[in-house]
């Protein structure tokens, strides 16, 4: 059974850091590039990093460029969000989202897993 589980979502004062990790099983994360996605209330979900499993390049939103890093662990089958220097705009549910594209970013349209969420809400 293929599953995409979020987790290390929570509450986090503005300035202040949370990592996120995304887990898979049933499939292999080397064989998909692994993103994440973000959807706060009345907006739409969009893209906020990326990683190749291929051969590790990354993307990343222009709004969390040197706050954020995706970094990834192959052994555990797992990704990371690190997010630094967090502010009330990052406030949104988090999703992680596994395409067999091997390449960065990934469009939503196009993903094959999706994770179920993880809350992060940032408090000014």
């Known amino acids: 059974e293929v599953q995409v589980v979020e987790s290390g979502g929570g509450l986090v004062q503005a300035g202040g850091s949370l990592r996120l990790s995304c887990a898979a099983s049933g499939f292999t994360f080397d064989d998909y590039a692994i993103g994440w996605f973000r959807q706060a209330p009345g907006k739409e979900r969009e893209g906020v990093s990326c990683i190749d499993r291929s051969d590790g390049s990354t993307w990343y939103a222009d709004s969390v460029k040197g706050r954020f890093t995706i970094s990834s662990d192959n052994a555990k089958n797992t990704v990371y969000l690190q997010m630094n220097i967090m502010k009330p705009e990052d406030t949104a549910v988090y999703y992680c989202?596994?395409?067999?594209?091997?390449?960065?970013?990934?469009?939503?349209?196009?993903?094959?897993?999706w994770g179920q969420g993880t809350q992060v809400t940032v408090s000014s």
């Open positions: 989202a596994a395409d067999i594209a091997p390449y960065c970013p990934i469009a939503a349209m196009t993903v094959d897993y």
